[in-house]
């Protein structure tokens, strides 16, 4: 039987689900750690190798959530194990959700701990212009204060963790829904504005070259890996938040334009983020291929000092980025709280409590990864590294090939054909089923294999 309706509520129309989806989606993987990977990738090949991701594999992967989670309509875990059940499969595939919680919590572990820092520095901002605290005028030295103070990081990544239980345990339908109309928009004019900056530098041209001219020579196996983990990253695919999302979703809003506009979307963000913040580095002479997790807290507020009302845009510019986390954020605690409503007697406002406080607590490891034990590495990276290489590079692709496979051999064309669309001319249809069926999952394979050296 297919059913219309979750028990967790509808989104109320379908820009209401572009919203959210696209608020999932837009966050620090765009504004953050897009531009620090693309400097440590040493630029062009890299963005390039990331939008093929998106296109070939990100795509069809998130039509493949959207569409298993409409159909299933309840939680990741259960929505699985009954397509199986029907399809005439095992419930093993119910395994896809339970892995999806566990790289969900470890994502937002240090999601979390980022966010604190996009919120201590909108604080710093909101000192400067309310107090007159003193500018920020070593950024390098502001940032390694952050860094090197544990109690104020655990206190921001308290604050941000409390934020994204309190509108899951709302349940999603009314923070969520208007806050994500209004203040995303908002972010997405800072970046413009910010942009015109860039452009005002004199180093865009160098910028566009940096960023979309390939050097061939840069591609190898371990860039192509973390190129194809940002596509799912950004597109928060690979976990089940969207498949979470698109349980929601009302039947008759149709898959493909609304996917497509959603990954349009965040691509435009994460490409209007780097034609802003490149030009920036460039005009400080920072070196673009510096990097690091700091790359955007360190250099932004070298352009906030210098830019008319800096401080005021700077105050706007990590509040608003604090917003964008948030609502990604949400989408990542969603997963697990619907999971747990469903399978237990606790109220849902429980359920994000301990699962809050259980990622609040993993967290702890990544900030003390910043201070206290930075010496401990894992495979040659810091613990914060690691769990960000393991959840994003590997767990989310994983998770990607299995649902692919799901979506593309366990369910039936006659499912997947009525939940994309039924009027969808049949090449199209039949572009995403073999995208689905063979090139992403071969696709991903072939690259996770080569990293891991099985050829
Ligand atoms: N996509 C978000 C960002 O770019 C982060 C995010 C939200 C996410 N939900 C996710 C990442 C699920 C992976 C999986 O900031």
């Not at 990081?153 to 009314?174: D, N, P, S």
Request: net charge negative; with cysteine.
């Amino acid at each position: 039987m297919m059913k219309t309706t979750s028990v967790h509520g509808m989104w109320s129309s379908r820009l209401m689900f572009v919203m959210a989806a696209t608020g999932s989606a837009v966050g620090l993987g765009n504004i953050w750690r897009f531009p620090y990977i693309t400097s440590e990738n040493g630029g062009g090949a890299f963005v390039l190798v990331y939008l093929a991701c998106i296109a070939l594999i990100g795509l069809p992967v998130l039509f493949a959530e959207i569409v298993i989670g409409r159909r299933g309509r309840m939680s990741p875990i259960n929505s699985l194990k009954e397509l199986a059940t029907s399809a005439g499969a095992s419930t093993a595939w119910s395994g896809i959700g339970w892995m999806g919680i566990i790289a969900g919590f470890l994502v937002l572990s240090f999601y979390s701990v980022v966010a604190g820092w996009t919120l201590s520095y909108g604080f710093d901002y909101l000192q400067q212009l309310a107090f007159g605290a003193p500018a920020i005028t070593d950024p390098g030295a502001h940032f390694g204060a952050l860094l090197a103070d544990p109690a104020r990081l655990i206190f921001w990544h308290a604050v941000f963790m409390i934020l994204t239980m309190g509108v899951v345990a709302l349940g999603v339908e009314e923070g969520l829904e208007r806050a994500v109309s209004i203040l995303m928009p908002m972010l997405f004019v800072l970046l413009l504005i910010l942009l015109g900056y860039g452009m005002s530098t004199g180093h865009f041209q160098e910028a566009v070259g940096f960023l979309f001219s390939p050097d061939w020579s840069r591609v190898d196996g371990s860039m192509i890996v973390t190129a194809m983990g940002q596509a799912f990253f950004t597109l928060s695919l690979g976990m089940c938040a969207i498949m979470t999302y698109g349980a929601y979703l009302p039947s008759h809003v149709n898959v493909p334009a609304t996917g497509v506009t959603v990954a349009l979307a965040d691509t435009a963000v994460a490409l209007v983020a780097g034609l802003a913040i490149f030009p920036i580095v460039l005009s400080f002479g920072l070196d673009p291929e510096g990097g690091g997790a700091g790359f955007i807290f360190t250099a932004l507020p070298l352009a906030f000092n210098s830019m008319p009302f800096g401080i005021a845009y700077g105050m706007a510019f990590f509040l608003l980025l604090s917003v964008a986390a948030w609502t990604s954020s949400i989408s990542l605690l969603e997963p697990p709280t619907a999971y747990f409503v469903e399978s237990t007697d606790m109220s849902r406002k429980t359920i994000a409590l301990l699962v809050a406080a259980a990622t609040w607590l993993m967290g702890l490891a990544s900030v003390f990864s910043l201070n206290i034990w930075s010496q401990v590495t894992i495979g040659g990276r810091d613990i914060m590294g690691a769990i960000e290489f393991l959840a994003a590079d590997i767990m989310l692709p994983v998770g990607g090939l299995l649902i692919a496979l799901f979506a593309g051999w366990v369910l039936s064309t006659s499912i997947t054909r009525e939940e994309l669309d039924e009027k969808m001319p049949s090449w199209a249809f039949q572009l995403w089923l073999w995208l689905t069926r063979v090139v992403a999952p071969l696709a991903i394979l072939l690259v996770l294999g080569g990293i891991l050296g099985l050829f």
